[in-house]
Protein backbone atom coordinates (compact mmCIF):
# COMPACT_ATOMS: atom_id res chain seq x y z
CA UNK A 1 0.00 0.00 0.00
CA UNK A 2 0.82 3.58 -0.65
CA UNK A 3 1.38 5.67 2.31
CA UNK A 4 1.98 9.18 3.41
CA UNK A 5 6.14 7.76 3.87
CA UNK A 6 6.56 6.19 0.56
CA UNK A 7 9.30 7.92 -1.74
CA UNK A 8 7.81 8.71 -5.11
CA UNK A 9 9.45 9.85 -8.25
CA UNK A 10 9.08 13.08 -9.83
CA UNK A 11 10.64 14.22 -12.57
CA UNK A 12 14.63 13.09 -12.31
CA UNK A 13 14.18 13.47 -8.32
CA UNK A 14 13.29 10.66 -5.67
CA UNK A 15 10.79 12.86 -3.32
CA UNK A 16 11.16 11.11 0.39
CA UNK A 17 6.96 11.15 1.36
CA UNK A 18 4.24 12.36 -0.11
CA UNK A 19 3.88 15.42 1.62
CA UNK A 20 4.31 18.93 0.04
CA UNK A 21 4.63 22.18 0.99
CA UNK A 22 1.97 24.52 -1.23
CA UNK A 23 3.28 28.03 -2.21
CA UNK A 24 2.30 30.73 0.19
CA UNK A 25 3.31 34.10 -0.33
CA UNK A 26 4.64 36.01 2.87
CA UNK A 27 4.42 39.95 1.81
CA UNK A 28 5.85 41.22 4.64
CA UNK A 29 9.09 39.27 4.66
CA UNK A 30 10.77 41.50 2.15
CA UNK A 31 10.61 45.04 0.72
CA UNK A 32 10.32 46.62 -2.28
CA UNK A 33 13.72 44.63 -3.68
CA UNK A 34 12.15 42.16 -3.89
CA UNK A 35 15.12 40.42 -2.04
CA UNK A 36 15.13 37.16 0.09
CA UNK A 37 15.46 38.19 3.93
CA UNK A 38 17.19 36.64 6.88
CA UNK A 39 13.18 35.84 8.00
CA UNK A 40 12.28 34.24 4.66
CA UNK A 41 15.36 31.41 4.64
CA UNK A 42 14.29 30.93 8.62
CA UNK A 43 10.39 30.13 7.46
CA UNK A 44 11.45 27.74 4.99
CA UNK A 45 14.51 26.42 6.73
CA UNK A 46 11.98 25.46 9.44
CA UNK A 47 9.43 23.61 6.95
CA UNK A 48 12.01 21.40 5.35
CA UNK A 49 13.23 20.55 8.55
CA UNK A 50 9.91 19.42 9.24
CA UNK A 51 9.19 16.72 7.01
CA UNK A 52 7.78 18.30 4.10
CA UNK A 53 9.15 16.07 1.25
CA UNK A 54 8.93 18.91 -1.55
CA UNK A 55 9.17 22.47 -1.11
CA UNK A 56 7.06 24.91 -3.39
CA UNK A 57 8.42 28.52 -2.55
CA UNK A 58 5.94 31.16 -2.83
CA UNK A 59 4.32 32.87 -5.76
CA UNK A 60 7.92 34.64 -6.73
CA UNK A 61 7.96 37.69 -9.27
CA UNK A 62 8.93 37.68 -12.40
CA UNK A 63 8.47 40.93 -13.47
CA UNK A 64 8.41 43.99 -10.84
CA UNK A 65 4.93 44.84 -12.34
CA UNK A 66 3.77 41.97 -11.81
CA UNK A 67 3.86 41.63 -8.21
CA UNK A 68 0.63 41.96 -5.61
CA UNK A 69 2.46 44.87 -3.68
CA UNK A 70 5.37 46.67 -3.42
CA UNK A 71 6.74 43.99 -0.61
CA UNK A 72 7.00 40.48 -3.02
CA UNK A 73 9.85 38.70 -3.22
CA UNK A 74 11.13 38.40 -6.79
CA UNK A 75 13.48 36.82 -9.67
CA UNK A 76 13.50 39.44 -12.32
CA UNK A 77 16.93 40.35 -11.71
CA UNK A 78 20.32 38.52 -11.71
CA UNK A 79 20.92 40.32 -8.32
CA UNK A 80 18.27 38.32 -6.23
CA UNK A 81 19.79 34.70 -7.38
CA UNK A 82 22.59 35.77 -4.22
CA UNK A 83 19.58 35.00 -1.55
CA UNK A 84 17.70 32.21 -3.33
CA UNK A 85 21.12 30.32 -2.94
CA UNK A 86 20.37 30.17 0.93
CA UNK A 87 16.68 29.04 0.72
CA UNK A 88 17.85 26.15 -1.01
CA UNK A 89 20.97 25.16 0.79
CA UNK A 90 18.66 25.19 3.69
CA UNK A 91 16.68 22.71 2.41
CA UNK A 92 18.51 20.61 0.54
CA UNK A 93 20.01 20.36 4.17
CA UNK A 94 16.98 19.25 5.56
CA UNK A 95 16.96 16.39 2.47
CA UNK A 96 14.06 18.32 0.73
CA UNK A 97 13.40 19.14 -3.35
CA UNK A 98 12.69 22.62 -3.54
CA UNK A 99 11.00 24.69 -6.32
CA UNK A 100 9.82 27.95 -6.34
CA UNK A 101 6.97 28.79 -8.44
CA UNK A 102 7.08 32.02 -10.74
CA UNK A 103 4.07 34.49 -11.12
CA UNK A 104 2.90 37.31 -12.83
CA UNK A 105 -0.58 38.82 -11.76
CA UNK A 106 -1.27 39.95 -15.19
CA UNK A 107 -4.95 41.82 -14.74
CA UNK A 108 -4.45 41.80 -11.25
CA UNK A 109 -1.33 42.92 -10.34
CA UNK A 110 -0.88 46.14 -7.86
CA UNK A 111 -1.06 48.96 -10.33
CA UNK A 112 1.55 50.89 -8.31
CA UNK A 113 4.28 47.89 -9.34
CA UNK A 114 3.08 48.52 -13.42
CA UNK A 115 0.33 47.91 -15.46
CA UNK A 116 -2.94 45.66 -15.76
CA UNK A 117 -1.91 43.33 -18.54
CA UNK A 118 -3.47 39.92 -19.76
CA UNK A 119 -4.89 38.56 -23.31
CA UNK A 120 -7.61 40.74 -23.77
CA UNK A 121 -9.08 44.37 -22.93
CA UNK A 122 -11.85 44.02 -20.04
CA UNK A 123 -12.96 46.23 -17.65
CA UNK A 124 -12.70 44.96 -14.02
CA UNK A 125 -14.38 46.61 -10.77
CA UNK A 126 -12.81 45.16 -7.86
CA UNK A 127 -11.54 46.00 -4.76
CA UNK A 128 -8.17 47.36 -6.16
CA UNK A 129 -10.85 49.68 -8.14
CA UNK A 130 -12.06 50.35 -11.32
CA UNK A 131 -9.80 49.86 -14.71
CA UNK A 132 -9.35 48.95 -18.34
CA UNK A 133 -6.72 46.07 -18.94
CA UNK A 134 -4.42 46.32 -21.43
CA UNK A 135 -4.47 43.51 -24.22
CA UNK A 136 -1.13 42.45 -24.42
CA UNK A 137 0.20 42.40 -28.19
CA UNK A 138 1.92 39.50 -29.60
CA UNK A 139 5.39 40.86 -29.29
CA UNK A 140 4.39 41.33 -25.92
CA UNK A 141 3.14 37.96 -25.32
CA UNK A 142 6.83 37.06 -26.25
CA UNK A 143 8.29 39.38 -23.93
CA UNK A 144 6.15 38.21 -20.79
CA UNK A 145 6.79 34.86 -21.26
CA UNK A 146 10.60 35.62 -21.97
CA UNK A 147 10.28 36.98 -18.20
CA UNK A 148 9.43 33.71 -16.66
CA UNK A 149 11.86 31.71 -18.52
CA UNK A 150 14.58 34.45 -17.50
CA UNK A 151 13.63 33.83 -13.92
CA UNK A 152 13.68 29.70 -14.46
CA UNK A 153 17.31 30.25 -15.41
CA UNK A 154 17.79 32.41 -12.46
CA UNK A 155 16.29 29.76 -10.65
CA UNK A 156 18.16 27.41 -11.71
CA UNK A 157 21.33 29.23 -10.74
CA UNK A 158 20.44 30.20 -7.73
CA UNK A 159 20.22 26.08 -6.80
CA UNK A 160 16.43 25.04 -7.31
CA UNK A 161 15.93 21.32 -8.25
CA UNK A 162 12.58 22.63 -10.41
CA UNK A 163 9.91 25.71 -10.80
CA UNK A 164 6.14 25.83 -10.75
CA UNK A 165 4.57 27.92 -13.47
CA UNK A 166 2.01 29.36 -11.45
CA UNK A 167 -1.02 28.44 -13.59
CA UNK A 168 -4.23 28.90 -11.26
CA UNK A 169 -5.78 31.78 -9.41
CA UNK A 170 -6.84 34.24 -11.79
CA UNK A 171 -3.51 35.12 -12.82
CA UNK A 172 -1.67 35.92 -15.72
CA UNK A 173 -1.36 32.24 -17.00
CA UNK A 174 -4.77 31.40 -15.68
CA UNK A 175 -5.53 34.47 -17.47
CA UNK A 176 -4.45 33.14 -20.70
CA UNK A 177 -6.35 29.85 -20.41
CA UNK A 178 -9.50 30.91 -18.82
CA UNK A 179 -12.63 31.32 -22.01
CA UNK A 180 -13.77 33.93 -19.70
CA UNK A 181 -11.09 36.26 -19.64
CA UNK A 182 -9.15 35.43 -22.77
CA UNK A 183 -10.82 36.56 -25.79
CA UNK A 184 -8.23 36.80 -28.80
CA UNK A 185 -8.82 35.55 -31.75
CA UNK A 186 -4.50 34.53 -32.75
CA UNK A 187 -3.02 31.41 -31.94
CA UNK A 188 -2.85 32.30 -27.90
CA UNK A 189 -6.98 32.50 -27.88
CA UNK A 190 -9.94 30.28 -29.03
CA UNK A 191 -9.57 26.51 -28.44
CA UNK A 192 -7.64 24.94 -25.32
CA UNK A 193 -4.77 24.14 -27.42
CA UNK A 194 -4.39 27.65 -28.45
CA UNK A 195 -5.35 29.05 -25.03
CA UNK A 196 -2.55 26.91 -23.42
CA UNK A 197 0.16 27.86 -25.50
CA UNK A 198 1.09 31.07 -23.39
CA UNK A 199 2.25 28.71 -21.06
CA UNK A 200 3.53 25.82 -22.89
CA UNK A 201 5.65 27.44 -25.06
CA UNK A 202 7.21 29.04 -21.81
CA UNK A 203 7.76 25.54 -20.86
CA UNK A 204 9.41 23.96 -23.80
CA UNK A 205 11.72 26.89 -23.36
CA UNK A 206 12.65 26.27 -20.14
CA UNK A 207 12.85 22.25 -20.50
CA UNK A 208 15.25 23.28 -23.66
CA UNK A 209 17.76 25.89 -21.45
CA UNK A 210 17.64 24.11 -18.09
CA UNK A 211 18.06 21.01 -19.46
CA UNK A 212 16.29 16.98 -18.81
CA UNK A 213 16.61 17.03 -14.90
CA UNK A 214 15.06 20.57 -14.19
CA UNK A 215 11.91 19.79 -12.32
CA UNK A 216 8.98 21.57 -13.92
CA UNK A 217 5.57 21.51 -12.45
CA UNK A 218 2.58 23.46 -13.26
CA UNK A 219 0.12 24.61 -10.74
CA UNK A 220 -2.99 24.34 -13.10
CA UNK A 221 -6.52 25.18 -12.75
CA UNK A 222 -8.70 22.66 -11.94
CA UNK A 223 -11.99 23.75 -13.78
CA UNK A 224 -11.71 26.63 -16.20
CA UNK A 225 -14.30 26.65 -16.85
CA UNK A 226 -15.06 22.58 -17.48
CA UNK A 227 -12.77 20.19 -15.85
CA UNK A 228 -12.78 18.50 -19.60
CA UNK A 229 -11.53 22.00 -20.64
CA UNK A 230 -8.60 22.41 -18.19
CA UNK A 231 -7.50 18.77 -18.29
CA UNK A 232 -6.97 19.40 -22.34
CA UNK A 233 -4.81 22.76 -21.08
CA UNK A 234 -3.05 20.30 -18.84
CA UNK A 235 -1.97 17.77 -21.79
CA UNK A 236 -0.69 20.62 -23.66
CA UNK A 237 1.58 21.53 -20.64
CA UNK A 238 2.51 17.48 -19.82
CA UNK A 239 3.29 17.39 -24.26
CA UNK A 240 5.59 20.53 -23.50
CA UNK A 241 7.53 18.61 -20.97
CA UNK A 242 5.64 19.58 -17.50
CA UNK A 243 6.64 16.72 -15.20
CA UNK A 244 4.29 17.27 -12.24
CA UNK A 245 0.32 18.80 -12.34
CA UNK A 246 0.05 20.38 -9.16
CA UNK A 247 -4.20 21.53 -9.31
CA UNK A 248 -5.58 23.99 -7.78
CA UNK A 249 -8.83 26.11 -8.23
CA UNK A 250 -8.95 28.71 -11.72
CA UNK A 251 -11.69 31.52 -12.11
CA UNK A 252 -14.83 30.09 -12.23
CA UNK A 253 -17.46 28.74 -9.17
CA UNK A 254 -17.11 25.60 -7.94
CA UNK A 255 -20.79 25.66 -8.64
CA UNK A 256 -20.49 24.83 -12.03
CA UNK A 257 -18.98 21.69 -11.46
CA UNK A 258 -20.65 18.08 -10.03
CA UNK A 259 -20.04 16.30 -7.09
CA UNK A 260 -17.15 14.01 -6.82
CA UNK A 261 -17.90 10.32 -6.85
CA UNK A 262 -16.53 9.91 -3.21
CA UNK A 263 -19.19 12.19 -1.08
CA UNK A 264 -16.46 12.07 1.55
CA UNK A 265 -14.02 14.46 -0.40
CA UNK A 266 -15.45 17.99 -1.12
CA UNK A 267 -15.19 19.61 -4.91
CA UNK A 268 -12.09 21.46 -4.02
CA UNK A 269 -9.70 18.54 -3.18
CA UNK A 270 -11.48 16.70 -5.30
CA UNK A 271 -10.03 18.68 -8.51
CA UNK A 272 -6.04 16.68 -8.50
CA UNK A 273 -8.70 13.29 -7.94
CA UNK A 274 -9.94 13.96 -11.07
CA UNK A 275 -7.02 14.68 -12.83
CA UNK A 276 -5.49 12.13 -11.19
CA UNK A 277 -8.08 9.39 -12.82
CA UNK A 278 -7.13 11.43 -16.11
CA UNK A 279 -3.35 11.37 -16.21
CA UNK A 280 -2.33 8.33 -13.93
CA UNK A 281 1.07 6.85 -14.64
CA UNK A 282 2.20 9.50 -16.56
CA UNK A 283 2.84 12.64 -14.90
CA UNK A 284 2.75 12.52 -10.56
CA UNK A 285 -0.66 14.69 -9.53
CA UNK A 286 -1.30 16.38 -6.31
CA UNK A 287 -4.58 18.01 -4.75
CA UNK A 288 -4.52 20.75 -2.21
CA UNK A 289 -7.89 21.94 -0.14
CA UNK A 290 -8.69 21.91 3.37
CA UNK A 291 -5.78 19.03 4.08
CA UNK A 292 -5.64 20.16 7.80
CA UNK A 293 -5.37 16.58 9.62
CA UNK A 294 -2.98 13.66 9.12
CA UNK A 295 -5.98 11.51 8.47
CA UNK A 296 -7.10 13.63 5.83
CA UNK A 297 -4.00 13.12 4.03
CA UNK A 298 -3.46 9.37 4.25
CA UNK A 299 -7.24 9.21 2.70
CA UNK A 300 -6.32 10.85 -0.28
CA UNK A 301 -2.54 9.30 -0.69
CA UNK A 302 -3.63 5.04 0.78
CA UNK A 303 -6.84 5.41 -1.77
CA UNK A 304 -4.33 6.17 -4.40
CA UNK A 305 -6.82 9.47 -5.58
CA UNK A 306 -3.56 11.46 -6.18
CA UNK A 307 0.10 10.85 -5.80
CA UNK A 308 1.37 13.82 -3.40
CA UNK A 309 -0.99 15.85 -1.09
CA UNK A 310 0.07 19.29 -1.27
CA UNK A 311 -0.27 21.53 2.21
CA UNK A 312 -0.48 25.14 2.57
CA UNK A 313 -1.99 26.28 6.13
CA UNK A 314 -1.20 23.09 8.13
CA UNK A 315 2.32 23.74 7.81
CA UNK A 316 2.02 27.51 7.86
CA UNK A 317 0.47 26.25 11.26
CA UNK A 318 3.34 23.72 12.32
CA UNK A 319 6.47 23.10 10.46
CA UNK A 320 6.82 19.72 12.10
CA UNK A 321 3.10 18.20 10.64
CA UNK A 322 4.86 16.07 8.14
CA UNK A 323 6.77 14.24 10.61
CA UNK A 324 3.99 14.10 12.89
CA UNK A 325 1.55 13.05 10.39
CA UNK A 326 4.09 10.22 9.49
CA UNK A 327 4.97 9.26 12.66
CA UNK A 328 1.69 9.49 14.51
CA UNK A 329 3.34 12.48 16.82
CA UNK A 330 2.02 16.03 18.00
CA UNK A 331 1.27 18.59 16.65
CA UNK A 332 -0.65 21.69 16.14
CA UNK A 333 -3.62 22.44 14.35
CA UNK A 334 -4.83 25.10 11.74
CA UNK A 335 -7.45 26.99 13.38
CA UNK A 336 -8.98 27.87 10.17
CA UNK A 337 -9.15 31.62 11.06
CA UNK A 338 -7.67 32.73 7.86
CA UNK A 339 -5.50 35.45 9.36
CA UNK A 340 -2.75 34.19 8.06
CA UNK A 341 -4.90 34.74 4.67
CA UNK A 342 -2.78 37.16 2.48
CA UNK A 343 -3.12 40.97 1.58
CA UNK A 344 0.18 43.07 1.65
CA UNK A 345 -1.68 45.56 4.40
CA UNK A 346 -3.15 42.70 6.54
CA UNK A 347 -1.70 41.62 10.27
CA UNK A 348 -0.27 38.11 9.68
CA UNK A 349 -1.06 36.52 13.50
CA UNK A 350 -1.28 32.49 13.57
CA UNK A 351 -2.83 31.49 16.90
CA UNK A 352 -1.40 27.82 16.10
CA UNK A 353 2.28 29.85 16.07
CA UNK A 354 1.28 31.48 19.25
CA UNK A 355 0.54 28.74 21.11
CA UNK A 356 3.58 25.76 19.93
CA UNK A 357 6.02 29.09 20.73
CA UNK A 358 3.86 29.30 23.67
CA UNK A 359 4.48 25.51 24.54
CA UNK A 360 8.08 26.03 23.76
CA UNK A 361 8.63 28.69 26.63
C1 LIG B 1 -1.13 32.92 3.51
C2 LIG B 1 -1.41 32.25 2.21
C3 LIG B 1 -0.63 32.58 1.10
C4 LIG B 1 -0.84 31.93 -0.13
N1 LIG B 1 -0.01 32.20 -1.18
C5 LIG B 1 -0.11 31.47 -2.32
C6 LIG B 1 0.87 31.56 -3.34
O1 LIG B 1 1.87 32.26 -3.21
N2 LIG B 1 0.67 30.83 -4.46
C7 LIG B 1 -0.39 29.98 -4.63
O2 LIG B 1 -0.51 29.33 -5.66
N3 LIG B 1 -1.30 29.83 -3.64
C8 LIG B 1 -1.18 30.53 -2.51
N4 LIG B 1 -2.06 30.31 -1.47
C9 LIG B 1 -3.05 29.23 -1.61
C10 LIG B 1 -2.50 27.95 -0.96
O3 LIG B 1 -1.33 27.49 -1.60
C11 LIG B 1 -3.54 26.81 -0.96
O4 LIG B 1 -3.90 26.52 -2.27
C12 LIG B 1 -4.81 27.15 -0.16
O5 LIG B 1 -4.48 27.78 1.08
C13 LIG B 1 -5.63 25.89 0.14
O6 LIG B 1 -4.83 24.93 0.79
P1 LIG B 1 -4.91 24.64 2.40
O7 LIG B 1 -6.34 24.30 2.68
O8 LIG B 1 -3.95 23.52 2.63
O9 LIG B 1 -4.52 25.93 3.10
C14 LIG B 1 -1.88 30.97 -0.26
C15 LIG B 1 -2.67 30.66 0.87
C16 LIG B 1 -2.44 31.29 2.09
C17 LIG B 1 -3.27 30.89 3.28
Known amino acids: MVTLDTPIKIGNFTVKNRITFAPTVKFDFTDDSGLVTDKLVEHYKERALGGAGLICVEATAVLPGGRFGKNHMGLWSDEQIEGHKRITKACHDANAVVI ?15 PHVGPSEIEIDSYAGKYTTHALTLD ?7 AYVDAAVRAQKAGYDGI ?19 FRTDEYGGNAKNRARFASEIISSIRDLCGPDFLISVRTTGFDKTVEDAIEVAEEYVNAGCDYLQVSAGMTS ?8 DPQIDKFPSLGCRFKDHFKGRVPVSNVGGILTPERA ?4 ENEYVDTVDLARAILADPDFPNAAITGGNYTKCFQCKACQYGPFTNHVCPAEMVRKKAEV
Open 298 to 301: KYFI
Open 140 to 146: EVHEYQK
Open 254 to 261: FDEIDDFK
Open 164 to 182: QLHGCHGYLINQFVSPTNN
Open 100 to 114: IQLNHAGYVCNGDCG
